[in-house]
């Protein structure tokens, strides 16, 4: 069974660019979930999808935005990128919401903003 | 106050040592997940639990759900243990999420 598959693995952007970045969950899976991951802060809770609803959203401005489609893939956008964005991002995939399953995360794509 | 604290930040360890990775959270919680991250980012889940322990290879993972704390177990540890390891706990309520602890990282010296 494949695991869970984000693309781009690695990506290089400048201040003001836009960026858009996807996950693909296990076949099945319904929940994806984003995290950000830098060294000060750690991981944190970016938002969580089901069924291609936005369940449950972090604390985050809203240059940071995500959808998931029918087929349960599921894409994360930021806009007007800053310097502090960069980052690792990470996404996982679960049976059921609310992450009451167990989580499958991906490799993350790692996010330089320069 | 973070929702959920990890101790300690850092812990080396020789190999065949017992390690005992401790987590404590002040939250309602769903379920809390033990995860393993290595260099270069990798994330995997080692367990999930919402009571009791549980149990894979030399890795033991315990809840006490009264006194919210959770701890991870490595028996015979081994170099190849050496990561990052992370206490998540799925929050309950309006806003269910993963919160995480600041994680353990671990380095196990042949």
């Known amino acids: 069974k494949a695991g869970v598959t984000q693309t781009p693995r690695y990506l290089i952007k400048t201040r003001g660019q836009q960026v858009t970045l996807s996950c693909s969950p296990i076949s099945g899976h319904r929940s994806v979930s984003w995290y950000q991951q830098t060294p000060g802060q750690g991981l944190q809770f970016l938002f969580e999808?089901?069924?291609?609803?936005?369940?449950n959203k972090g604390n985050f401005p809203g240059r940071f935005s995500g959808r998931q489609f029918s087929n349960s893939r599921s894409e994360m956008n930021v806009s007007t990128l800053e310097l502090g964005d960069s980052a690792l991002y990470l996404c996982?995939?679960?049976?059921?919401?609310?992450?009451?399953?167990?989580?499958?995360f991906g490799q993350g794509t790692r996010l330089t903003v320069v | 106050k973070n929702e959920v604290e990890q101790s300690p930040q850092n812990l080396t360890a020789q190999e065949g040592e017992f390690i005992t990775i401790n987590c404590s959270y002040s939250?309602?919680?769903?379920?809390l997940h033990w995860l393993q991250q290595h260099p270069g980012g990798g994330i995997v889940s080692l367990f999930m639990?919402?009571?009791g322990k549980k149990k894979h290879g030399r890795l033991i993972a315990t809840i006490n759900i009264q006194e919210k704390h959770s701890s991870l177990h490595i028996t015979a540890s081994h170099p190849r243990d050496s990561a990052v390891y992370i206490c998540?706990?799925?929050?309950?309520?309006?806003?269910?999420?993963?919160?995480f602890g600041k994680g353990t990282k671990l380095t196990v010296n042949p």
């Open positions: 999808y089901f069924s291609e609803t936005q369940r």
């Open positions: 639990l919402s009571s």
């Open positions: 939250v309602g919680i769903s379920a």
């Open positions: 996982a995939s679960s049976l059921a919401y609310g992450l009451r399953t167990e989580a499958f």
């Open positions: 998540a706990v799925g929050t309950q309520g309006g806003s269910e999420k993963l919160v």
